[in-house]
């Protein structure tokens, strides 16, 4: 029989016996259930609706396009992003080195030998010197009979799913952190705006109780107050440009530039962004599929549960068959003649009788891995929940609360041009107006810090319930910051 013949045989024959092999021991996945319950705990007032969560990038509903520049930059040039790309595409190829067990590996190789034995033996004197020439491929190939292999790819394909949502929970990590940033910055703009303009205020009034001072109408105290609260202000403004500069720098940082290299689009503008008259936050059960991190908990104990099978099966026999396919001759000239042929084939089996239990110990080992990670799928579950109810009642009392310094900057307001009318007319004393100043400074600092409270609360509520996900990154060639 010709080798090709036989190895055509042995490759039948072995295809049949893989094709038979199909039972895979060890627990099944079967994916983790918790009872939530239908609705959030926050009734849905201020702008909240239970409807089903929007599909749409959630930094695109504030409808600024300069943010959404910032954001989209972010997630092609971000280097924690870049890093866990790095990461998925790892899990990617030890996903390939475990599925590249289900096939045969193959060998070649090729050799001279030269011998000669011992002419002071009693057989070696009659042994003549050769010479081996050989050429020759030998191939393995382990029968997945108990489903070592297959449980060993389903767990690599936990891991590599489980690193998918890593990257895009990164992600939205990333793009949150953005629109944050982004929100402190023009609120430090804008703090820094009313300041200038209350400093300003108080500047006009140290003029006037001057000129009244230089007319003999106050008393030196009435300057020295009004001086003191212009000099109050004013030491707030070096503070508040640090806040903006922070912002700044950490922009660049999160679009994977150096701190101050920002895009020239950006501008000095001091405009809040815009809240969208209505969110959708949907039911507690959708996080079980939106969350990232829950995704992740999710393939993580999958593959936990596939390791079991893994450690399983090597408790059972382990088939392989073998063969060599080869060419060898005692010279070099006759390697390629037709007696020349070398053929090897044979099934081999393996069985750990005794091991000390070593084998059922790894089971139990990784049973109790997989125990644990169904806690952390559970934990991760309800940390997500608490997430989402913290920032949505965080966003409705926070609103509350906007409502009321909106209207108190407005009584503020009417109350230093009422204390001033009354001081010019001499109805009431300077402390009156110095008092209305401060307080609308301060009312005035606190309603622009409840608006990007609000703000930043909406982000973290579409972050909390994976609203609005962005799509995967994709590679993107590796970059040096600019200076």
Known sequence: ?????????????????????????????????????????????????????????????????????????????NLDLRAALARLEGARALRGVAAADRWPSLDGRAGYEHRMDSKNTPFGAFIPETNIHSIAADATWELDLWGRVRRSVEAADGELQASEADLQGAALTVATEVVTT??????????????????????????????????????????????????????????????????RHRLAVLLGRAPGDLPADLGPTATLPVLPARVAVGAPADLLRRRPDVRAAERR????????????????????????????????????????????????????????????????????????????????????????ENAMTRFVHEQERRASLQRAAGEARRAVDLAQSQYRAGLSDFQSVIDSERTVAAIEDDLVGSEAAVTTNLVAIWKAIGGGLPALPERAPAATARG
């Not at 016996?17 to 199909?22: D, G, Q, R, T």
């Not at 402190?184 to 200038?196: G, P």
């Open 301 to 388: 104990l999958a593959a936990e549960v596939a390791r079991i099978g893994v450690a399983e099966a090597e408790r059972y026999p382990r088939l392989s068959l073998g063969g060599t396919l080869g060419l060898s001759a005692n010279s070099a000239g006759k390697v390629f003649d037709a007696d020349s042929d070398v053929v090897a084939f044979g099934p081999s089996l393996r069985w750990n009788l005794f091991d000390g239990g070593r084998l059922r110990q790894r089971v139990a080992a990784l049973t109790a891995n997989a125990e644990a990670a169904q806690v952390a799928w559970e934990q991760t579950v309800l940390r997500a929940l608490e997430e989402a």
């Open 1 to 77: 029989m010709s080798p090709l013949r036989t190895l055509s045989r042995a490759l039948a024959l072995a295809s049949a016996a893989f094709v038979a092999a199909c039972t895979s021991v060890g627990p099944d996945h079967v994916p983790p259930t918790m009872t939530l319950a239908a609705g959030w705990q926050q009734p849905a007032t201020a702008g909240l609706a239970r409807d089903a969560i929007d599909e749409q990038p959630f930094w695109r509903a504030f409808g600024d396009p300069v943010l959404t520049g910032l954001v989209e930059q972010a997630l092609a040039q």
């Open 182 to 247: 982004y929100v402190d910055l023009r609120a430090a703009q804008r703090r820094l705006r009313i300041a200038n303009e209350n400093l300003a205020l108080q500047e006009r009034t140290l003029g006037l109780v001057r000129a009244r001072l230089a007319a003999g109408l106050v008393v030196e105290r009435d300057v020295a107050q009004a001086a003191t609260n212009v000099e109050s202000t004013r030491a707030r403004l070096p503070q508040l440009q640090v806040q903006e500069t922070a912002a």
